[in-house]
């Protein structure tokens, strides 16, 4: 496996050369990717990073973020009920509480559970683009970046304007989408209001969806201040979501609202970028929709933080660092009332010799709850010209435990486990990039070495439930490959996109009967 793999990474290395040998005079407009601790072009990262435009978004049939990030190699969006009303995200045939989603770089994992990580999704209309970072990113990020991390940026106001859009369907489905504008001189605002709705295309299947959204630039005497505020609430019946029983008319509503207000101070050398955010959620579950006393679940999260970000350019190239600070609380009717304190450091040096780079780092973790932590990394690269360049990267991740996977408990069905260890993994990942103005092409080869991974399981035919317990190492490997060629017919824009990825796992020898989520396929394509 070890050698076919190199083999085909050279192989691809000498195709994409010979391409980029091709003349074109195009000089490309550089995306600076900010969903890092060093704010550097899309062409100098030496990491698996995809990026999605708004251009992109708007010429694809999506309607929704799922459906935008659905078509990514490594990326499996796994979804309940339709228009995006719940999914899940699995990079790189990682777990749904495994990967972190932030918003104009404010972090919005949940500490209940991953199944409300894409709740607060912003619509698709103020999305400016949407930054894909594969492989482990808990040097840059923190916790819950297990096998990757996406950043989605907002848009920035660049008129005044108003745009509403209308649509419905079959079903009773209305759908309003109403955004408006306004570029002032001292400042500049944007206002968006949603509402998405349908009957349902069978019992128990409908739903209520409305996302407001506000950012606002005040221009300062020294630097531009940005407020972000989005509020997003869905009401729908959970048709089959958590069980098969025809007993039961699953119901579920949730609330998500996220705050931030951010600035940046820069000086020739020196970059300066302070956050303060609020993110809450709220979720209400029905096990039967008609019958709320039968069972009703009720859980109000709460995250209040500050991050500093910062770089300082030198001599010996960019130093990149920050702290994330941030209190949690849970109030829940059956995960019982917790909190805790949060606080993480990071530290890069981007060290550069003509075309070679070389970014070491390191991540310092505290959980008033779980031992304090470090999770070193290294990313490498060379870059061929500006079109090509091949990298690889190594570094360890982790991911605490959710609540729901520490404390939550149905009788005779599903119990947490109070002892849960922190998930644990290092990965490595080699890869080649190349980019020009019509044609993209990348493909990586990645492991990932992971213990402790929490499952629910059952160790005998006659346990009575399945518990929450850390499994012995799984070791993933697998390699993908994406491309994108845009032309033009009839001065019509059009884009092909091919992407790969292959899977494989090994669990070794795992002493259990039953498992809900891990132990499942060994082997996984993915076009």
């Not at 708007?58 to 973020?65: I, L």
């Not at 490997?477 to 009839?490: A, L, P």
């Amino acid at each position: 496996m070890k050698s076919r793999a190199v083999l085909l990474f050279l192989f691809f290395a000498g195709c994409a050369v010979g391409i980029a040998q091709h003349k074109d005079t195009v000089k490309l407009k550089e995306v600076i990717i900010t969903s890092s601790r060093i704010d550097l072009p899309f062409s100098e990262n030496s990491r698996t990073i995809q990026l999605i435009s708004s251009e992109d978004i708007q010429n694809s049939a999506a309607t929704n973020v799922a459906d935008v990030l659905q078509q990514i190699a490594g990326i499996d969006v796994r979804r309940r009920g339709i228009d995006g009303m719940q999914s899940d995200l699995y990079i790189r045939g990682g777990h749904f509480n495994q990967t972190l989603v932030l918003i104009d770089g404010i972090k919005t994992e949940d500490p209940q559970t991953g199944h409300h990580t894409m709740n607060m999704m912003i619509p698709l209309e103020n999305i400016e683009r949407i930054e894909i970072i594969k492989g482990p990113a808990a040097r840059i990020f923190g916790q819950n970046a297990f096998n990757g991390a996406i950043n989605i940026v907002t848009k920035k106001v660049v008129e005044t304007g108003a745009d509403i859009r209308l649509s419905g369907g079959s079903f009773n489905r209305q759908s309003v989408n109403v955004t408006a504008t306004a570029q002032l001189k001292k400042a500049s605002h944007q206002i968006h209001y949603s509402n998405n709705s349908s009957d349902g295309y069978r019992e128990n299947t409908d739903f209520n969806n409305q996302n407001y959204f506000l950012k606002s630039t005040i221009n300062t005497k020294k630097e531009p201040v940005s407020i972000m505020a989005s509020f997003g609430e869905r009401k729908f019946g959970a048709n089959n979501f958590y069980t098969n029983s025809p007993n039961f008319n699953e119901y579920e509503e949730t609330q998500t609202s996220l705050v931030g207000v951010s600035t940046k101070f820069v000086t020739k050398t020196f970059v300066l970028k302070p956050t303060l955010y609020w993110k809450r959620n709220q979720d209400m579950f029905l096990l039967k929709r008609e019958d709320p006393s039968f069972s009703r679940n009720f859980n109000i999260s709460n995250k209040v933080g500050a991050e500093v970000n910062a770089s300082y350019t030198s001599e010996l190239g960019i130093t990149g660092f920050g702290i994330d600070m941030a209190r949690i609380t849970l109030a829940s009717n059956n995960l019982g009332n917790q909190k805790r304190t949060m606080f993480n450091a990071f530290l890069e040096q981007r060290f550069t010799w003509g075309k070679f780079d070389i970014t070491p780092g390191v991540s310092l973790n505290y959980f008033s709850d779980f031992d304090f932590n470090a999770f070193p990394g290294l990313d490498v690269g060379y870059k061929f010209n500006d079109k090509v360049k091949i990298y690889g990267n190594i570094g360890y991740s982790y991911r605490i435990p959710t609540y729901t996977e520490l404390y939550i408990n149905i009788p005779n069905f599903l119990s947490g486990n109070e002892n849960l260890e922190p998930e644990k993994a290092l990965a490595e990942e080699v890869g080649i990039k190349y980019h020009a103005k019509a044609f993209s092409f990348g493909t990586a080869f990645f492991r990932r070495e992971a213990t402790d991974l929490i499952d629910y399981v059952k160790e005998t035919a006659d346990s009575p439930f399945f518990l929450a317990q850390n499994l012995r190492k799984i070791t993933t490997t697998g390699f993908e490959v994406s491309s994108s060629y845009k032309f033009n017919i009839n001065s019509f824009e059009q884009q092909f996109n091919l992407n790969y990825t292959f899977l494989e796992d090994d669990y070794g020898t795992v002493d259990v009967f039953a498992s809900r989520y891990l132990i499942n396929t060994s082997i996984k394509h993915h076009f």
